[in-house]
């Protein structure tokens, strides 16, 4: 009976979304801190070219969770 | 004229009702980032309740689910309505004042439900609906926050996990305006639409709408400033309960319980399911912690609170469905809405007394 009264494509919609964000958000953010902590002791070390590197790779998951975030936002007053 | 009155009383006492619930719930919002330090108290709820404010005006998909998927629209009365709202009222102050985060919004479907089943019996309620939109969501919705918070730190402590841990933190407590904030919009768009939900439900009954319409904008507006005038006016005692009683937190916990409850609350407001934000977001708390240490989680205050959950729809469905009794002890009039009205305000009247002389709120320690 319950399987034919729940929708599961909308549930299964939103846990897969819900995964997808929730994890991806807090996964990108991660990696924001990592590419700063080791911009930071890279430069500290005198190593120009790595400490670049995880600067841009802690830019670019900034802009992934930016992106994540406003996403989230569209799709939510679209409907 | 008397359907007239009923009607200003049923809206008077959604938007206590939803007062209520910024009160009670976004202290569940608040309560992580406060505990991991990410933001002062006053920063924090002044946040939430501008947030709550937003969020009340980006989507109708739960309202529309309140207002016709729940409760045959056909048979109910702003009476009916007005019942259960009371009857939410009533628990969620019951749970407030022990300290519970139990679900609001399961209390107003609980109350509504009860209400309409003691008036119109069993027919009154669209199963399919209940369960579908309801019932499963309301199982799945805590588990899939615990899930993700699990995963989301697990994979967040790896790799972060060779890095100073004083740039960590403080990098996660930057990050935690972020969470706090979406989690924050997150309950204005799930929590204010059950308002909004049942007020446009009253006005169907009432005639002033026709069925399965949205709500008006004026509706939209009175409860999104309703709910972020309760989430401002704070709730310290379930602060307290969910940001230090269930795990003590560091700040990448905290992100990611946020983190997991905002995305599982968007998520289903999208597709309507009217959800409970208290579920979710300790969900997500006990998740984060878990993920950590087992034993981190206090197990014996998790599973009062999962008694409190357990118990809120047909607590609150009886409430209503007594109060309903009432109301037509006095007919089918304006006359019964007003007499629980009056008893209703002078027992909170007499209880915030007795509140005010034992002594201010407890606080955040």
Same mark, same amino acid.
């Given at each position: 009976?319950?399987?034919?009264?729940?929708?599961?494509?909308?549930?299964?919609?939103?846990?897969? &979304?819900?995964?997808?964000? *929730?994890?991806?958000?807090? =996964?990108?953010?991660?990696? #924001?801190?990592? /590419?700063?902590?080791?911009?930071?002791?890279?430069?500290?070390?005198?190593?120009?070219?790595?400490?670049?590197? &995880?600067?841009?790779?802690? *830019?670019?998951?900034?802009? =992934?969770?930016?992106?994540? #975030?406003?996403? /989230?936002?569209?799709?939510?007053?679209?409907? | 004229?008397?359907?007239?009155?009923?009607?200003?009383?049923?809206?008077?006492?959604?938007?206590?009702?939803?007062?209520?619930?910024?009160?009670?719930?976004?202290?569940?919002?608040?309560?992580?980032?406060?505990?991991?330090?990410?933001?002062?108290?006053?920063?924090?709820?002044?946040?939430?309740?501008?947030?709550?404010?937003?969020?009340?005006?980006?989507?109708?998909?739960?309202?529309?689910?309140?207002?016709?998927?729940?409760?045959?629209?056909?048979?109910?009365?702003?009476?009916?309505?007005?019942?259960?709202?009371?009857?939410?009222?009533?628990?969620?102050?019951?749970?407030?004042?022990?300290?519970?985060?139990?679900?609001?919004?399961?209390?107003?479907?609980?109350?509504?439900?009860?209400?309409?089943?003691?008036?119109?019996?069993?027919?009154?309620?669209?199963?399919?609906?209940?369960?579908?939109?309801?019932?499963?969501?309301?199982?799945?919705?805590?588990?899939?926050?615990?899930?993700?918070?699990?995963?989301?730190?697990?994979?967040?402590?790896?790799?972060?996990?060779?890095?100073?841990?004083?740039?960590?933190?403080?990098?996660?407590?930057?990050?935690?305006?972020?969470?706090?904030?979406?989690?924050?919009?997150?309950?204005?768009?799930?929590?204010?639409?059950?308002?909004?939900?049942?007020?446009?439900?009253?006005?169907?009954?009432?005639?002033?709408?026709?069925?399965?319409?949205?709500?008006?904008?004026?509706?939209?507006?009175?409860?999104?400033?309703?709910?972020?005038?309760?989430?401002?006016?704070?709730?310290?005692?379930?602060?307290?309960?969910?940001?230090?009683?269930?795990?003590?937190?560091?700040?990448?916990?905290?992100?990611?319980?946020?983190?997991?409850?905002?995305?599982?609350?968007?998520?289903?407001?999208?597709?309507?399911?009217?959800?409970?934000?208290?579920?979710?977001?300790?969900?997500?708390?006990?998740?984060?912690?878990?993920?950590?240490?087992?034993?981190?989680?206090?197990?014996?205050?998790?599973?009062?609170?999962?008694?409190?959950?357990?118990?809120?729809?047909?607590?609150?469905?009886?409430?209503?469905?007594?109060?309903?009794?009432?109301?037509?002890?006095?007919?089918?009039?304006?006359?019964?809405?007003?007499?629980?009205?009056?008893?209703?305000?002078?027992?909170?009247?007499?209880?915030?007394?007795?509140?005010?002389?034992?002594?201010?709120?407890?606080?955040?320690?």
């Amino acid at each position: 009976m319950i399987a034919t009264i729940v929708d599961w494509s909308d549930l299964l919609q939103t846990i897969g &979304a819900s995964i997808l964000a *929730g994890v991806g958000i807090t =996964v990108a953010f991660s990696v #924001v801190i990592w /590419g700063t902590a080791r911009f930071a002791d890279l430069n500290r070390e005198d190593r120009p070219a790595p400490a670049v590197a &995880a600067l841009a790779a802690s *830019g670019l998951a900034l802009a =992934v969770v930016a992106a994540g #975030v406003v996403f /989230g936002i569209v799709v939510m007053t679209t409907k | 004229m008397s359907s007239d009155v009923v009607l200003v009383i049923v809206v008077g006492t959604a938007l206590a009702f939803d007062f209520t619930n910024g009160f009670h719930d976004t202290a569940n919002v608040v309560a992580t980032s406060i505990s991991t330090g990410a933001a002062a108290p006053g920063v924090a709820i002044g946040m939430a309740s501008i947030l709550n404010f937003v969020g009340a005006f980006i989507s109708i998909s739960v309202a529309a689910t309140v207002a016709n998927d729940v409760v045959n629209a056909e048979v109910i009365t702003p009476t009916i309505v007005f019942a259960g709202l009371v009857g939410a009222i009533s628990w969620n102050l019951f749970t407030w004042w022990f300290g519970l985060p139990s679900s609001s919004s399961h209390a107003l479907i609980g109350g509504v439900v009860g209400s309409a089943v003691a008036a119109a019996g069993f027919h009154a309620v669209i199963a399919e609906g209940l369960i579908g939109k309801v019932l499963i969501p309301a199982i799945l919705a805590p588990l899939l926050a615990f899930l993700v918070a699990a995963v989301a730190i697990g994979v967040g402590y790896r790799i972060v996990g060779h890095q100073r841990p004083g740039v960590v933190s403080r990098g996660y407590r930057y990050g935690q305006l972020l969470s706090g904030g979406m989690l924050a919009l997150a309950h204005g768009t799930n929590d204010a639409q059950k308002t909004m939900g049942v007020i446009t439900l009253a006005l169907i009954a009432h005639g002033s709408l026709g069925a399965e319409a949205d709500p008006p904008l004026w509706v939209i507006a009175s409860s999104a400033t309703a709910i972020a005038l309760g989430t401002y006016s704070g709730g310290w005692r379930i602060i307290k309960t969910t940001g230090t009683k269930i795990i003590k937190m560091d700040a990448a916990q905290g992100f990611s319980a946020q983190g997991a409850g905002a995305a599982v609350i968007l998520a289903s407001t999208h597709f309507g399911y009217p959800l409970s934000t208290t579920h979710v977001i300790n969900g997500g708390v006990m998740g984060a912690g878990a993920a950590k240490r087992v034993s981190a989680v206090r197990w014996g205050v998790a599973g009062n609170i999962v008694t409190a959950w357990i118990l809120t729809l047909p607590a609150a469905a009886v409430i209503g469905a007594a109060v309903y009794g009432i109301t037509r002890i006095f007919g089918t009039g304006a006359l019964g809405p007003l007499i629980v009205t009056l008893m209703s305000l002078s027992l909170l009247t007499a209880v915030f007394a007795r509140r005010v002389r034992r002594g201010a709120p407890v606080a955040v320690s």
